[in-house]
């Protein structure tokens, strides 16, 4: 059905996401607890640098990646020593998708921990346990459908990533041509629609996929999270 | 071990002074809403913190402003029973009642089964908190409580969301927390007849200071502090079972005092609180005669209080229990009372109810 060159790009494509998703999800649920629990000075600004993905052309944001994170760039130079290389590659690929990704999942986590009852969280620090043991045992589990929800949201968003991706680490076949990327170039040239409209069938199994999943795990856990 | 609290804290135009000792035992934190109760037990748990001041547990300092020390909640070694139960939904009757435990050190099966004994919560062990009603929720709470080893009790109106006969099922375990805990509790209340149920000593709040402490005959057997209003006044006494006539009547004695009350099971010798509301007692000047009330009981008027309004508070002095009656002012002087006057304490036996009586002590 799918061609090799069609298949490379779908499978990349999952694999941009997925780690796209994981390792915006740790500091996506920092930031979310951060803006939901505490004040501090500066809250605002916050909430704006990670809402400005979700603003900014992506073609700016992927200007600004490859200004910072590309070889010459302060950070990308400094990671170049550490043999860590972002420009050009697939895991620059899954850095442009996982900041575009990070304001709807920190959306999504910030509202499920402000839905916990900071009254839960008191009687578990008056029952002797640590605010981080209070996080990881009341707080974390009791967010738990808001943080699949968002992580799912981040997977979805992350694989019809194009504009920061391109602008980024461009488009070569095998490292960085993602599925909007290889649906692009197939639209590029003569004779290509076909495997672009195949490409496009995939991308709405794997989005419908990706929903129902989601809804399924959340309902689940909802249900166990309010103790029926 | 005791508790000692000694605190100022503002919050926006309410000011909290208060000092107090909570000795072993139930100590009831007793005031109208908004006299400071819940302020004072949330600082002693440290969920907040206030201006200046001292809270003492024993020979530890669990907040002390000169030496700046503030423990967090989580060190202070405290059980806090909440109106609103507060069981963690996602885990199950079990995990929740060994939540606390888990964090002391880990949980004695003995110490688990004596209190899921206690609290009559055996057959819940595997639900979920949401398929539990009121009650049981609440009873689960004060077995979360014990379970997490405190060395102090905080209940905050435990019982004020809970329906009478929801109410009736959970004191109990309270004065069984009273009487074979070890563990001082610190209790918040606005209901009398609670307070009357289970108070080893009181702590009156009025306005963010404590009008008055001691123990609890002592202090709910004087007119001059009714926190609730003379509505809701009444005496306390500690008595023991006496006899037990045949004719269902019971015989209570309370030092040289008899008190005859409907029958009370239990072996005599038995003690038992009851709460005898000052709107059921009568008083007359010459012992009435021909008259159904079986408990006519000489006594002398030791504090006479005239409200503003048509009522009058009288404290009697009964062979050295304090007993309180409230009438009004019109009775008073009709009858031409006055501090050290010799009168009759007149008391149906069928107004002490049976759930006015509890033992033992």
């Given amino acids: 059905m799918l061609g090799p060159e069609e298949w490379q790009a779908v499978l990349l494509s999952l694999k941009v996401a997925l780690w796209a998703t994981l390792g915006a999800l740790p500091l996506g649920i920092f930031t979310a607890f951060a803006l939901a629990r505490w004040s501090f000075p500066g809250k605002q600004l916050v909430n704006g640098l990670v809402l400005l993905p979700l603003i900014l052309p992506p073609v700016v944001t992927g200007y600004l990646l490859l200004l910072t994170f590309g070889t010459r760039g302060p950070i990308g130079a400094a990671l170049k020593e550490i043999g860590i290389v972002f420009a050009f590659r697939w895991t620059g690929a899954a850095l442009a998708a996982g900041i575009m990704a990070f304001p709807l999942m920190v959306r999504a986590i910030r509202l499920s921990i402000e839905a916990v009852d900071p009254k839960l969280e008191e009687a578990a620090g008056t029952l002797g346990a640590s605010r981080l043991w209070v996080f990881a045992t009341v707080t974390l589990p009791l967010s738990l459908p808001g943080i699949l929800a968002g992580a799912v949201l981040a997977f979805a968003k992350a694989m019809g990533e194009f504009g920061a991706t391109i602008t980024f680490v461009s488009n070569i076949p095998g490292e960085t041509r993602t599925l909007p990327s290889a649906i692009y170039a197939f639209l590029q040239v003569p004779g290509g629609e076909g495997a672009a409209l195949r490409l496009v069938a995939v991308s709405v199994i794997i989005a419908m996929a990706a929903l129902l999943l989601s809804e399924l795990l959340s309902r689940r856990v909802a249900a166990r999270v309010a103790g029926r | ?361």
């Fill in chain 2, 1 to 361: 071990m005791s508790l000692t609290v000694d605190i100022r804290q503002t919050l926006g135009a309410f000011h909290l002074d208060a000092r107090f000792e909570a000795p072993q035992g139930v100590t009831v934190l007793f005031g109208r809403s908004g006299s400071g109760k819940t302020s004072i037990i949330n600082a002693v748990a440290g969920l907040t913190r206030p201006d200046a001041g001292r809270i003492t547990l024993g020979a530890r300092a669990l907040y002390d402003s000169d030496a700046r020390i503030a423990l967090p909640p989580h060190r202070r070694r405290i059980g806090y029973i909440f109106q609103d139960a507060r069981l963690f939904p996602h885990l199950s009757v079990r995990q929740n009642l060994g939540y606390g435990g888990w964090f002391a050190g880990g949980t004695d099966s003995a110490d688990f089964a004596r209190v899921v004994e206690m609290l009559g919560i055996g057959a819940l062990l595997e639900r979920r908190p949401g398929k539990l009603s009121g009650g049981e929720r609440q009873r689960v709470a004060i077995g979360r409580a014990l379970l997490s080893k405190p060395a102090l009790i905080l209940a905050d109106e435990p019982l004020a969301a809970l329906d009478e006969a929801r109410k009736a099922e959970i004191l109990p375990y309270f004065e069984r927390l009273r009487d074979h805990g070890g563990v001082p509790v610190l209790y918040v209340s606005h209901a009398p007849a609670e307070v009357a149920r289970l108070a080893t000593s009181v702590v009156a709040l009025d306005g963010g200071r404590v009008s008055a402490q001691g123990p609890a005959a002592q202090i709910l057997g004087d007119p001059s502090i009714t926190p609730l209003g003379a509505r809701a006044a009444g005496a306390m006494l500690e008595a023991r079972i006496a006899a037990q006539h045949a004719d269902g009547i019971t015989e209570l004695g309370a030092g040289r005092l008899r008190l005859l009350v409907p029958r009370i099971s239990g072996a005599v010798g038995t003690g038992v609180r009851v709460h005898i509301q000052a709107q059921d007692v009568m008083i007359a000047t010459r012992r009435p005669e021909e008259i159904s009330a079986l408990n006519v009981l000489p006594a002398q008027v030791s504090t006479l209080r005239l409200g503003n309004g048509p009522g009058a508070l009288v404290q009697l002095d009964v062979d050295g229990q304090l007993l309180l009656a409230r009438i009004t002012r019109r009775s008073a002087k009709a009858l031409g009372l006055h501090e050290g006057a010799q009168v009759f304490a007149v008391l149906k036996a069928v107004s002490v109810a049976p759930q006015s009586i509890t033992g033992p002590i």
